[in-house]
């Protein structure tokens, strides 16, 4: 009897786990990130024209700190809706993480009309090279938060409030 009872009590706990929503992300952080894709030296091999921060290239941010990799574009709507959340995080956390944040299929002038008019400072950058199919977004915006070893941390397809309480957390958390 007592045997079934801690059977029962384990197959509740598992189910709670997987069935419940938020459940598993709280018990399970560290064997997601252990399984992430990791993106490769090759892939972040990838030019860049600063808008407002000086060219480079994409491998130049890998190694160093955490990664906040943003696709997004000025004809974007759900991109435009983000930008201030994503200009907060920018201000807060810029001496902690590198932010690349790529334009894509958009005009140099578009863009930098978009940065003044709305007093935006995060560096903004146009790719000048191909885009690695591992990074390539599929729908817009899209973003990454790669570790500094090129680990998927993140990926997020959907307008987020980066600045949000829940973002600073899991930040802080992949941070320490």
């Known amino acids: 009897m007592k045997k079934n009872f801690i059977y029962i009590l384990i197959l509740a706990a598992l189910g709670v786990i997987a069935f419940v929503p938020g459940v598993k992300e709280i018990f399970m952080p560290v064997a997601e990130i252990e399984q992430a894709v990791k993106v490769d030296l090759e892939d972040y091999d990838l030019e860049l024209e600063g808008l407002n921060t000086p060219d480079t290239n994409l491998k130049e941010f890998r190694g160093e700190k955490l990664l906040f990799l943003n696709f997004w574009g000025t004809w974007c709507a759900p991109c435009r809706e983000e930008w201030?959340?994503?200009?907060?995080?920018?201000?807060?956390?810029?001496?902690?993480?590198?932010?690349?944040?790529?334009?894509?299929?958009?005009?140099k002038e578009a863009v930098l009309k978009f940065m003044k008019d709305n007093g935006y400072t995060a560096p903004v950058y146009l790719a000048k090279s191909p885009v690695s199919g591992k990074i390539l977004p599929k729908v817009y915006p899209t973003t990454f938060i790669l570790d500094k070893n090129g680990r998927i941390l993140k990926k997020e397809t959907a307008t987020k409030d980066w600045n949000s309480p829940d973002s600073n957390a899991f930040l802080d958390e992949m941070l320490n």
Request: hydrophobic share 50%; proline share 4%.
């Open 84 to 107: 201030p959340t994503i200009e907060a995080l920018y201000k807060a956390r810029h001496k902690d993480m590198d932010f690349v944040l790529i334009a894509m299929l958009d005009e």
